[in-house]
């Protein structure tokens, strides 16, 4: 399954020939990451990022850290370096 982020914040998935969409998924603390990165989830807080994976240099989408603290970002975008998130 693959999954891109429209500009209207909702995910769309494609599995095969099957489309879905996950209408304002918000639940993800905001950031440019979600532009290229998929299958995150977050703790209840939003504090955690956890199990992105996030497309690298080579287009290719790599297991990002299992947990990334996105609550000390306070404010800063959470964005996408080379399939690492980083503030």
């Known amino acids: 399954m693959s999954c891109l ?7 769309k998935c494609q599995d095969g020939k ?10 993800l603390p905001p950031g440019s990451y ?3 990165c998929i299958e995150c989830t977050t703790s209840s807080t939003k504090y955690w990022l956890n199990n992105c994976r996030c497309k690298n240099i080579e287009g290719k989408y790599v297991q990002a850290q299992t ?3 996105a609550g000390d970002c306070k404010g800063r975008d959470i964005s996408n370096n080379n399939g690492k998130l980083q503030c």
């Open 67 to 69: 947990y990334f603290r």
């Open 34 to 36: 979600k532009q290229s």
């Open 5 to 11: 982020w429209d500009a209207q914040g909702s995910l």
């Open 18 to 27: 099957k489309q879905m969409y996950i209408e304002n998924f918000t639940q």
